[in-house]
């Protein structure tokens, strides 16, 4: 493995990992103007950050270790994940060690710490969250699996890297099954990210949030930790979604001289992907709980569809 | 190129076809049957330019006129007139349509299998997706209890025999599809007639009232 390899690995890592936040604050910005508010600026999450870092910390007395392990096990979790996703080049020697099913697996790692984590302090709201969390969970995960399938049988391989190099690099072609897909995809990525027709990021209302009700007990540096894997869950899915439907821009391995147009194409993307989801909430009014598993059912169809137009059309699907 | 923008084409359609069947509401029905026309013409000028048939750009611009503006106005002022712009049906099982709907999608594309293979046509691959939209669209006549969401489903069955005609055989005769539209068209007018009818007898547009009997006096 020679540096160039290691050298790419960290700096698409470090890239993703600091541009998270901006991400997130371009989004709330997006929301913000659509609202016709002022907004509070592209930089607020870092100081967010940097204000819970330089907190003390407060825990509940029977809070265990567990409850103390969760935010570092939930953020190195996220760091892994989305150091498997090309977002500048596909030469990443991390991406063999995990496939997108171990990518799944990395969600459920961290989706399972917590919910534990919620529970572990016993108070009714945390194991509310937890509770809705895997439910909302347990439908979406299958429905990712099958979404990912769909790319994976056109370029014959479940690691990120080659389903990239097939799309971005061969010769260009419109695959219809994508469609299915990207459309399953994009109602996932408001599912699992507590975005608004499911969960509502902004609230603290009890009877309907999700996530937030699951870190409700945490502070200071664990709850630095918390939003930040958050935030990296959010770039992470906006990443795989570049990389599965709009790859175009991408460096190929082993050339340099590509890094700067992708890093400009990737920037370009991220905006306009935010932007896109920023509408995206603005227009969709949260749905009941209830409504949700129809919702996710909806997306795993979907993501079927897209699986059988690909088996059924053939090379042309 | 123009094959694999026309499957993707036929992909939209399809999507479009499950999106209707999913949604509850009017209103959104009514920009998927536009979004439905506008794909459909989209896809008849991509043949007209893979093929060089030039009566395709006429029965595209009768589909874009007819599709996407004249009938979705139609149905607006319908919507308006009868005071139902934010109906929602609300006793539909989607999950269990939905399963229905993709096991119609995989009978569709057995069935079109042998069919294509004997066809010459550049598009003969979409021919099982026609048929699909067509069997969707059916499924969503039967699974609706009002009468919009039924006109609705008639129309975009008519969009998905348009599609089977232009992927099978590059479009039907003029004088047909002028005749086809007239036809879509006085239907439409038709039906709105009947809904004024259906609710002044019933006051509802539930198409359940209908199946009872009842005495004349």
Known sequence: ?317 | MSNQLINLMAALLLLIAFAMLSQRRILRLIYLFAAQGFVLSMNTVIVALATKQPHLYASALITFGLKVIALPWLLHRLIDRLNVRWDVETLINIPTTMLVGILLVILSFNLALPISQLAGTITRGTLGIAMASVLLSLLMMITRRKAVPQVIGFLSLENGLFFAATSATYGMPMVVELGIALDVLVGTFIFGIFFFQIRETFDSLDIHHLEKLKDRG
């Open chain 1, 1 to 317: 493995m020679s540096l160039g390899f290691v050298a790419s690995q960290l700096f698409q890592t470090l890239l993703s990992v600091f541009l998270a936040p901006l991400m997130l604050g371009w989004v709330n910005q997006c929301r913000a103007w659509l609202q016709n508010r002022s907004g509070p600026g592209l930089l607020q999450p870092y100081s967010v950050l940097r204000k819970l870092f330089l907190k003390d910390a407060v825990l509940a007395h029977n809070a265990s270790w567990l409850f103390r392990l969760t935010p570092y096990v939930v953020f190195g979790c996220m760091v892994l994940a989305v150091s498997i996703v090309p977002v500048l080049a596909t030469d990443l020697p991390f991406s063999p060690a995990a496939d997108v099913i171990a990518l799944v697996g990395l969600f459920a790692l961290a989706r399972v710490f917590m919910a534990l984590a919620a529970m572990d302090v016993g108070t009714a709201f945390g194991s509310l969250g937890a509770r809705r969390e895997m439910l909302v969970a347990s439908l979406a995960e299958p429905a990712l699996l099958m979404v990912f399938f769909t790319p994976a049988l056109i370029s014959q391989s479940t690691a990120l890297t080659t389903i990239v190099e097939t799309l971005a690099h061969k010769q260009l072609t419109l695959y219809p099954s994508l469609a299915f897909a990207a459309a399953a995809f994009v109602m996932l990525l408001l599912a699992e990210n507590a975005r608004v027709p499911v969960d509502n990021p902004a609230t603290h209302l009890e009877l309907t949030m999700i996530h937030e009700a699951m870190i409700l007990e945490y502070s200071a540096r664990h709850l630095a930790l918390m939003e930040w894997a958050q935030a990296l869950k959010l770039m992470t899915y906006t990443a795989i979604g570049i990389a599965l439907f709009v790859p175009w821009g991408i460096a190929e391995a082993g050339y340099w001289a590509g890094l700067p147009l992708a890093i400009v194409a990737l920037l370009a993307k991220l905006l306009a992907a935010g932007a896109a989801l920023a509408v995206l909430e603005m227009v969709s009014a949260k749905m009941r709980i209830f409504r949700v598993p129809e919702f996710l059912g909806m997306a795993f169809l979907f993501a079927v569809l897209g699986m059988l137009t690909r088996i059924l059309l053939g090379s042309a699907g």
